[in-house]
């Protein structure tokens, strides 16, 4: 069985630019959800205080989720979509275009996959 859907479980470490920009954020967030071919519901980012930005692409297909930790130049993402039209990995193309981190690990989960 195929599954239902995939999640990619991204971690972007000693990244050069971005981590605390909300706008820009915000902007790839919706290129992220073009270029991979989602359909977007609704986007939200958060800034926090003193540092760090929360951001979510809810979709058709599931969602996108960005959190950002400035200090330390982490950013954890995580793709999650369903059915075969979509290309999450498009969408982390677009992440790693952004932040630019120097180290990226990404794990993909099949999900809906009876054991």
Same mark, same amino acid.
């Given at each position: ?34 270029? !991979?071919?989602?359909?977007?519901? *609704?986007?939200?980012?958060?800034? +926090?205080? /003193?540092?760090?930005? %929360? ?31 979509? !290309?999450?990995?498009?969408?982390? *193309?677009?992440?790693?275009?952004? +932040?630019? /981190?120097?180290?990226? %690990? ?10």
């Amino acid at each position: 069985m195929r599954g239902l859907g995939r999640q990619l479980v991204v971690e972007l470490w000693d990244c050069e630019r971005n981590t605390d920009n909300p706008e820009a954020i915000r902007q790839a967030l919706l290129s992220a959800v073009e270029r !991979a071919g989602a359909t977007l519901i *609704e986007a939200q980012v958060h800034p +926090f205080n /003193p540092h760090g930005v %929360s951001g979510m692409a809810l979709l058709a297909e599931s969602h996108i989720s960005v959190h950002t930790w400035p200090e330390v130049g982490y950013v954890a993402v995580d793709v999650f979509t369903c059915g075969d039209d979509v !290309a999450p990995e498009k969408a982390v *193309e677009v992440l790693c275009d952004l +932040f630019r /981190p120097r180290h990226t %690990s990404v794990v993909e989960i099949r999900r809906g996959v009876r054991p």
